[in-house]
């Protein structure tokens, strides 16, 4: 307990002058919203005597007793407590443990007579308030005590406020972000791929059934046969369906860059590496990447790409430290990984981990009760270019249903661009609008050419013939070639050395 003469000095302290009370009543007649305190003391004349001070400038809540001050903590928003340390039951350090669970970044000030500098040392390292007043003490310290703690919780609340902002902000672009995904998604669902053939439909449920699991798999088919629409259905079907799906072809990046593009690079790994870059694999994680001609990866990089499957780690150019990725791989060639293995371009160990789940997707030609419905399909889609084109006369589809399109499906599609932009009026495709090959009377199929010899040199065969086939309906344009076959520029023009073509073997 005090004496009666602290007790007067006290009061007197913080009992407000006229002066200060008209400035009060002024203060109460603007409508703002103040600052609360809560007075946490068993002494009522102190409770007054502190509640008539800080009243002008502060909304007060007084309480005689620990358990009374934590009701009233969950009932109002406070910003500092003025807590006595020595009461009667639950105590202040008792008070000031419970105030500190229920919140941790409220300012506590401790306002007692208390013993001596030692103890006072041992309650400021034990406990952390944010100050202490000796109630003895006669100097301005606490007004000026608690405007400081006021203002710091202020500055909390203020960033507690954006941060919470910040979230709901986040919140609300993840619901439109996920909105927009299952909106995006629905173009890759396994019914909007075109085509009901029974070799379509074994490929369509093939995915389906590796769509429910993280199981590694590989598309092989030939260029244009829908690898990429494919491996997109079984991502935007799966449990990864919100995350990202990223794509690279592993035939379009010399070794390093294909390095950087894939596991990233810190600053100064090679020359114009002028800052750390993430690779596809960090960015993303959680989600799908696609590797496209998969088997035209340089060996360096089977290496990496083996330790991915293995272990979920990378490892950035020019770094010595590894990196956690959680990533499903998809991969994809024209060609099948055994035969790569076999011609010793491909790791056998890498093999077995990509060819987990294999899928194989047919060529158009082995799936020609597809045309139609795939005509169809892209005359729609592509009604933006000639709205008014919507039919294709019959001379013109029998030239589609004749011809085996070595470029696939992506073939087909830019023969119907080509032959949309030729229409000059009518709402018909007539013969006169396609270009060769797919308008050439003579031509024999390939699906009617015999080939023999083993499967290997048939399948090289038949790759030549398509090869030289798309070449010469290009007359030679290595980049229109490539871009019909789906391949990179360099790609084409290794298997144009291989095959030995040449603008004269495709005329």
Do not use: W
Request: a neutral charge; hydrophobic letters at 35%; proline letters at 5%.
């Amino acid at each position: 307990m005090i004496n009666d003469t602290t007790l007067k000095n006290l009061i007197n302290k913080y009992t407000p002058g006229p002066a200060l009370r008209e400035q009060q009543r002024q203060d109460d007649c603007q409508e703002r919203e103040q600052p609360a305190l809560l007075i946490i003391d068993d002494d009522p004349s102190l409770r007054r005597g502190l509640a008539s001070f800080f009243s002008h400038q502060y909304q007060i809540h007084c309480c005689a007793d620990g358990p009374s001050g934590l009701t009233a903590l969950e009932a109002h928003p406070v910003h500092c407590v003025i807590l006595d340390i020595k009461m009667q039951g639950m105590d202040g350090f008792s008070v000031h443990k419970a105030i500190r669970k229920r919140a941790p970044h409220l300012p506590i000030i401790f306002h007692t007579a208390f013993q001596s500098e030692h103890d006072l040392k041992a309650i400021i390292n034990s406990y952390a308030p944010f100050g202490y007043i000796d109630k003895g003490d006669d100097d301005e310290r606490l007004p000026t005590l608690v405007a400081q703690a006021v203002a710091h919780h202020e500055r909390h609340l203020a960033r507690n406020h954006s941060y919470q902002q910040a979230v709901t902000e986040l919140d609300r672009q993840r619901r439109d972000n996920r909105v927009l995904r299952q909106q995006f998604s629905l173009d890759y669902r396994f019914g909007g791929i075109v085509g009901t053939s029974a070799k379509t439909q074994q490929a369509i449920e093939l995915c389906k059934r590796a769509s429910s699991t993280d199981i590694t798999v590989f598309i092989q088919g030939e260029s244009g046969t829908g690898k990429e629409l494919f491996s997109r259905a079984i991502h935007a079907n799966s449990r990864r369906a919100d995350r990202p799906f990223v794509v690279q072809n592993c035939a379009a990046l010399a070794d390093e860059l294909l390095h950087s593009e894939l596991f990233g690079h810190v600053k100064g790994a090679f020359t114009g590496a002028i800052a750390d870059k993430k690779g596809l694999f960090e960015t993303a994680s959680g989600g799908t990447v696609f590797l496209d001609e998969v088997t035209d990866m340089p060996a360096a990089m089977q290496t990496s790409l083996l330790r991915v499957l293995e272990e979920g780690e990378i490892k950035p150019l020019g770094s010595n430290r590894v990196r956690q990725v959680d990533v499903r791989i998809i991969s994809a060639s024209n060609r099948p990984l055994q035969q790569a293995v076999e011609e010793q371009r491909f790791r056998e160990d890498l093999y077995y981990r990509l060819n987990v789940f294999p899928v194989l997707l047919p060529p158009l030609r082995e799936r020609r009760e597809d045309i139609g419905l795939l005509i169809k399909y892209f005359l729609e889609e592509n009604n933006s270019i000639r709205p008014s084109v919507v039919t294709m006369a019959k001379e013109a589809r029998q030239c589609f249903d004749r011809y085996d399109f070595p470029g696939n499906i992506r073939e087909l599609r830019n023969a119907l661009q080509r032959a949309l932009v030729m229409v000059d009026q009518g709402d018909t495709i007539e013969l006169e609008h396609l270009a060769e090959p797919i308008y050439s009377p003579g031509a024999t199929p390939a699906a009617e050419r015999q080939y023999q010899g083993t499967l290997h040199e048939m399948v090289a065969a038949f790759e030549k013939d398509i090869i030289t086939a798309s070449y010469g309906a290009h007359q030679g344009n290595k980049s229109r070639t490539a871009k019909a076959l789906g391949l990179s520029r360099a790609g084409l023009q290794n298997k144009l050395e291989r095959y030995q073509i040449s603008p004269l073997h495709s005329s």
